[in-house]
């Protein structure tokens, strides 16, 4: 990084998952100066290993003095990571996750390092059931950063995919489904891997084919067991199906449209009212709403990355209003 | 095997499944002389393996001459098999799944190797989706055998769980679900591995657990995937638990419940009239029969091995009789 660009330097921006980690040097206003990412996530580090790891990836946008806010969210602050940074129990505020968050000891000078607290739901007589989050929150508080005191239901599709339902800037409940593990076990680990392939849904038939599924899924969610075992009797039997490649990428999109349309379908109860917000990369967000569609519900999409940047923004401004409160 | 024992024997019964192949040496009467098992199962056969596979087991039981029946079922059968024996479809009588049985050719003088067809069903207007099975069609005919002209819904519980619907010794419909393919990569290949162990239900809390879960999955099937990620909260935050290895039985006594509770969901409209026959080991169809009970459904228990058996005799019986009728 040029010296010009490491005076703009304001802050660091982290995003600390299990298999990987992304940085953006930040300055002042919130534009991205730069952006680093590694393969060194949590499952990869032992504790002593998560100084090393940030210093490879941000170590050059250091400047040769003064000290550098890092705000990190995701699973460095879990148990097993750098440092615990607890799980905030829901309802939660947004707006105040800097004030759950835990500064690790750091041999560089330079680095002042913040870790964002995760949510947690405890099971109630109202419906909740046991959950947690870290990571999705940091996108959340980045929604609420951009529309203050936002009320609506939020989507965050993933591995784990969460729901959360935010009142007036605060998380009071949310949920997390196993979609994405789902698909990757199934599409990888399962009799099924024979059968699918990972699939474009701008390739011939594969819209059909997934939209068909969230409908069936959606309609009898109690045969996703039946339906998954489907693909591979219809890869045997179906001559209505093209060969080869085209043929795995028809019962992979069709895979994918059955875990997406189980999970709508878990939700059907909460899709009722307005938009849902989806938070997200474009191609995975691109599939709700493709696929909400199809059951009649609208929804947006936020920027995964921009959302995460917000959210992370949104913590180191709260902590400089304390700081300054406290002068 | 003696002397005396190789002279009584009167066929060979033979399960020769994807991983493991298991044989009796039956007599005339239906007795099992002796039984014999080898890991040589199809995924790990050539096509010229399967001979002296064969022979590595019921070698010693053969006469010094004469040619013995040797009736085989399951993935033997399959394409990638020994020699494809085709899929029967539905409606198909299992008192004549022998007159589509192939004979491949053998070195072995002594031995008359007959494979049997699985059954296959086409998508179709009434609701019938694409399905196929291997194996358990032989299970269905020893249910025949033993009650002849037999109408009801069968379960056959296992890694792809299959449900038939019997009119009059007929398969008219069935239905395969991913059952335990899904516990199994759940428990070991997810997210959840570090927090469930396999359970005997007798084990403390594990029967009430695993009831609980199949209520919960039976009641809302569209939230299994939210169901599954909530056992990986729970063990994170539910102080209720017991702790270290009890904690990971309940958690797996829950997920099996889920996955058992999500099926049965999906056959709630099959599951109004007459009790369930389930056909296979103890220790799963316990799972089922408690399971349906929960849901207030009755189910009676045919052993596996003893239907296999008495379906490749009826097999064995009808080829007979189609040579007795041609002479």
Known sequence: MSE?????????????????LRAWAMDERGEVLARGSSDKGMLALAQEDYEPALLETVGDWLPASGRV????????????????AVYLPVPARLGELARAAVAPAVDEPRLDVRLLPGLCQ??????????????????????????????????????HAKWAWLEEGAVTRFATHLTGELYRLLASQSVLKHSVADAELDAPGCR????????????????????????????????????????????GARLSGLTIGLELSGMRHDLSGAAVTLI???????????????????????????????????????QRRQKGGNL
Chains 1, 2 share one sequence.
């Open 208 to 251: 059909e084919a997934f939209v068909a599924a969230v409908r069936d899924a959606h309609a009898e969610p109690g045969r996703f067991g039946q339906q998954l075992f489907g693909l591979r009797a219809a890869d045997l039997l179906d001559d209505a199906l093209p060969s080869g490649a085209a043929r795995h990428a028809r019962l």
């Open 280 to 318: 997200g990369s474009e191609a995975l967000c691109n599939r709700y709403t493709l696929a909400l569609e199809a059951l009649g519900h609208d929804s947006r999409r936020l920027d995964g990355e921009a959302a995460v940047l917000a959210g992370l923004g949104l913590a180191q401004a709260d």
């Open 69 to 84: 806010p890092v705000w990190v969210c995701g699973m460095a602050g879990a148990r097993q990571g750098w440092q615990e």
């Open 122 to 159: 405890h099971a109630d007589p109202a419906g909740r059931a046991f959950d947690v989050m870290r990571g999705e929150e940091t996108q959340l508080a980045g929604l609420v950063a951009r529309e203050p005191g936002f009320t609506g239901l939020v989507c965050l599709p993933g591995t």
């Open 4 to 20: 010009a660009m490491q005076e703009r330097l304001a802050w660091i921006a982290v995003d600390w998952g299990s298999s990987n």
